[in-house]
């Protein structure tokens, strides 16, 4: 008979950024503040991503769409290829994701998409550390997920490669 393994997604829920540490609550903002910046004439839908290094420093994405919509790249990937095309030495600590209809200040609920999770966790594998992630929810919610890897159980990495 086969075995059933049940794999268990344990995270956070901060009824408000407000009940964030300091230096998560200043990620978040700033991952807000990329949705300013978002080109996203397309959906209505901007997203703000923003990443916090060991070194204390923040890069911010966000998404970026085009006239043939497959075109266009998330804010996380963004943010991620950005960073590693300009530092790709450098340990990301935490991540914030962000979301808002463009014409409307309120902050929406920004999960991360099966796509963006995957280059999340090859270079959370990569640098052989989490990365916290921190994702805008309903409600003025914040969810906060310890790693990346908990985001996407089974996945499919480089070892797969035979790398
Ligand atoms: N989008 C992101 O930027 N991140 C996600 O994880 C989900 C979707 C963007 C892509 C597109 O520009 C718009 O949101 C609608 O899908």
Redesign the pocket.
């Known amino acids: 008979m086969a075995n059933k393994i049940e794999i268990v997604l344990s995270f956070q829920v901060f009824a408000s950024p407000a009940e964030l540490p300091a230096d998560e609550q200043h990620l978040l903002s700033q991952a807000q503040k990329a949705t300013q910046l ?1 080109y ?1 004439p ?2 209505g ?1 901007s ?1 703000g ?1 923003a990443l916090l290094t060991v070194d204390g420093n923040i890069y911010l994405g ?4 085009n006239a043939a919509y497959p075109s ?5 990937r ?1 943010a991620l290829f950005s960073l590693r095309a300009n530092y790709p030495d450098k340990q990301i600590v935490k991540m914030a ?1 962000t ?1 808002r209809r463009t014409n409307n200040p309120d902050f929406i609920a ?4 099966g796509a ?1 999770r995957q280059v999340m966790a090859e270079y959370e594998n990569n640098q052989e550390a989490p990365i916290a992630v921190l994702m805008q929810a309903e409600n003025n919610q914040v969810y906060r997920c310890d790693t990346v890897s908990a985001l996407l159980p089974l996945q499919f990495s480089k070892h797969h490669l035979g790398l």
């Open positions: 978002a996203a397309y959906s839908f997203v991503a966000n998404n970026q769409e266009g790249l998330c804010a996380e963004t994701i979301a920004a999960l991360p998409c963006c």
